[in-house]
């Protein structure tokens, strides 16, 4: 059997901080019960913002070829992702902002016959996954997760835990709670993927 493979996606351009530690400390719960780990940094790849082209690039997944390219490839193949964002004014960050509007391509619009708007999916692997979302003084995640959900029907992924940190730079934050939280998620995503 294939070792299960985890996608971890920084969404922070801040390496080694808040986001990037609790995504790392996910992917190592899930290699520690024998999965894969692969983890992208955003803000590492250069990605053009959406030109809204208005024709779809079937079979390519976009007309640009830039840092997008290698993400459309792991969404199409991976079992997992782990996402993680600051919220910035209580959404995402630009740079996870950037990479979800490139990835409307992943559903092709098409007519019925009877003129009702079809979304096809173009990913057919279905995957699981975590969202975590940082924030400092942002409490309310529902206009964060507005964006995550579009874009998980886009991907082919069901978020079956999300990871909340607030107050993240402050003394009282539960960093390291959340840290050993994440880690336990890895093993329970892992473990999700393998009941199916």
Known sequence: MQKIHILGI??????????????QRVLDGAKDVGA????IYLND???K???ACNRHPFPKYCFYHDGMTKLYKLFATVDGVVLGTPAYYETISSQTKLMIDRCNCLSQ?????????????????SKKGIFIWVA???QNIKPA???IKFWCQDI????IQIIKMHHSDRPDSNREKLLKKAYHAGKLLVDSIKMG
């Open 10 to 23: 920084v969404g922070s351009p801040r390496k080694g901080k808040n986001t990037d530690s609790l995504v």
């Open 36 to 39: 894969k780990a692969t983890k």
């Open 45 to 47: 790849l250069s990605i």
């Open 49 to 51: 913002p959406c030109q």
């Open 109 to 125: 619009i098409t007519k019925t016959p009877s003129g009702k708007l079809h979304f096809t999916r173009r990913i057919q692997k």
């Open 136 to 138: 400092d003084c942002s």
């Open 145 to 147: 997760l507005l964006s």
């Open 156 to 159: 082919n992924l069901k978020i």
